[in-house]
């Protein structure tokens, strides 16, 4: 187990963020978990940690949000994703981080900055069932590699403009399955040994905490707002993983 008290200043912080991002915040908060933790660890040790944090903070979230999700972008998004899972799992360990930071990066940045620039009426279209089917697959595969599927999946969800209960809960569902298949790459390659495990029970406890933490938040925020700080949210963590891609 990890006892470097380094680890557990910044880890406990990103633990309880990462819970208030699956509880209301959105997933593009959680995105900025792993490189955060990456500053103490190795980002591959700090993957692994969460994993099985993140499958915890899943089962709150799809029992808080259990009647409020969108099945017809769920159908879409949920076999795209489990493509995107296989395709990275054949890439593990072939494929640079980095690579993966400054990819999701620059499209997250791109996107917001289009949506502002050229207005919400121009930019903010929805997609169909075939930019469902790319993000789907995006979402599953930076999910995978770094636990960065949130920006993806919230540049195809976002346009949809569902109500802001039922966005989160479709974004729950889908990482639900996403994580819990994403456990079976996770194992074979040996990542999920005693060490990680054992650090990862001793952070656990603070997964429930930071679901309520977002949820609270998410049904006393007025609709607009939280559309707003998602859009700055997912800016924010595109630019965050922009500069480690880059740097």
Known sequence: MITDPYFYLI?????LLYGMSKGGLGPAIGTIVVPAM??????????????????????FAVWRFRKSYDLHHLKILVPAGIVGIVIASLFMG??????????????????????????????????????????????G??????????????????????????????????????NYL????????????????????????????GVKLGYVVLHRAPQKHIYQFLYVALFLSGAKLLYDGLF
């Open 141 to 178: 595969f930076t999910s995978t590699q770094i636990h960065a599927g949130g920006p993806p999946v919230t540049i195809y969800l976002l346009p949809q403009n569902l109500d802001k209960v039922v966005l989160m809960g479709t974004m729950a569902v889908f990482f639900t399955v996403v």
């Open 11 to 15: 880890a406990i912080p990103a633990v």
């Open 38 to 59: 990456a500053l103490v660890i190795n980002p591959v040790k700090a993957a692994a940690i969460m994993l099985p944090i993140l499958c915890v903070m899943d089962l």
């Open 94 to 139: 072939h494929l640079s981080p980095a690579t993966i930071r400054l990819m999701i990066g620059i499209i997250a940045v791109v996107f917001c900055l289009n949506y502002w620039f050229r207005g919400s009426s121009k930019s903010n279209k929805k997609g169909g069932r075939l930019s469902g089917y790319l993000w789907g697959t995006l979402a």
């Open 182 to 209: 994403k456990l079976i790459p996770y194992t074979i390659l040996g990542a999920l040994d005693a060490a990680n495990l054992t650090t990862s029970l001793v952070l656990m406890p603070l997964a429930p905490v």
